[in-house]
T-cell receptor, first 112, second 113 residues
Framework: DSGVTQTPKHLITATGQRVTLRCSPR?????VYWYQQSLDQGLQFLIQ???????AKGNILERFSAQQFPDLHSELNLSSLELGDSALYFC???????????FGPGTRLLVL | DQQVKQNSPSLSVQEGRISILNCDYT??????FLWYKKYPAEGPTFLIS?????DKNEDGRFTVFLNKSAKHLSLHIVPSQPGDSAVYFC????????????FGPGTRLSVLP
């Protein structure tokens, strides 16, 4: 158990819809990262937050957004969903930035 | 352009033998490298790391070797066990450039009993 929690574990929705994925980092970690893993692909970095502020952006679509709240949990919002958005979405946390990241179990999103 | 490459999508090894997983990178500014292991339906688990100031780091059955001139690192697992069967990701960080990690596509290791 990494100490990072993600909800929900599974999510099935339809094209055009909007969903919110939630992540709680390990106790004491200030950085939260979001990754997408499509079928048999590597981990694609989406976005990072550090202590409530956006720190770095990767290959995140404009339809996607995220935020980190004062209690340090984070949410990833995916809107106008397309079939190709079906993937595993992982959250990771670290004490600061550039440190070893610890991953949550992921949310499996299926867009029908 | 893939900055971190794992050219072997899969690898099969007999139990008790050595597993060697390879990773190549193109960015000479990377200064810190990690290996993660991932089981199906679980998040990646941190395994071992190495800083660019070292050429070897060992933790139990796992050893990571770094060859900076060749921009190559490898993970050795000795002896391999069936529980090591998983996907292994190599990741690299460039200091002072977002401080974020770039992940390779992964290598699926199967340890056969």
């Amino acid at each position: 158990d990494s100490g990072v929690t993600q909800t929900p574990k599974h999510l099935i929705t339809a094209t055009g819809q909007r969903v919110t994925l939630r992540c709680s980092p390990r106790s004491g970690d200030l950085s939260v990262y979001w990754y997408q893993q499509s079928l048999d692909q590597g981990l694609q970095f989406l976005i990072q937050y550090y202590n409530g502020e956006e720190r770095a952006k990767g290959n995140i679509l404009e339809r996607f957004s995220a935020q980190q709240f004062p209690d340090l949990h984070s949410e990833l919002n995916l809107s106008s969903l397309e079939l190709g958005d079906s993937a595993l979405y992982f959250c990771a946390s670290s004490e600061s930035f550039g440190e070893t990241q610890y991953f949550g179990p992921g949310t499996r999103l299926l867009v029908l | 352009d893939q900055q971190v490459k794992q050219n072997s999508p899969s690898l099969s090894v007999q139990e008790g033998r050595i597993s060697i997983l390879n990773c190549d990178y193109t960015n000479s500014m990377f200064d810190y490298f990690l290996w993660y292991k991932k089981y199906p339906a679980e998040g990646p688990t941190f395994l071992i790391s190495i800083s660019s100031i070292k050429d070897k780091n060992e933790d139990g059955r796992f050893t990571v070797f770094l060859n900076k001139s060749a921009k190559h690192l490898s993970l050795h697992i000795v002896p391999s066990q069936p529980g090591d069967s998983a996907v292994y990701f190599c990741a690299a960080r460039q200091r002072n450039y977002g401080q974020n990690f770039v992940f390779g596509p992964g290598t699926r290791l199967s340890v056969l009993p």
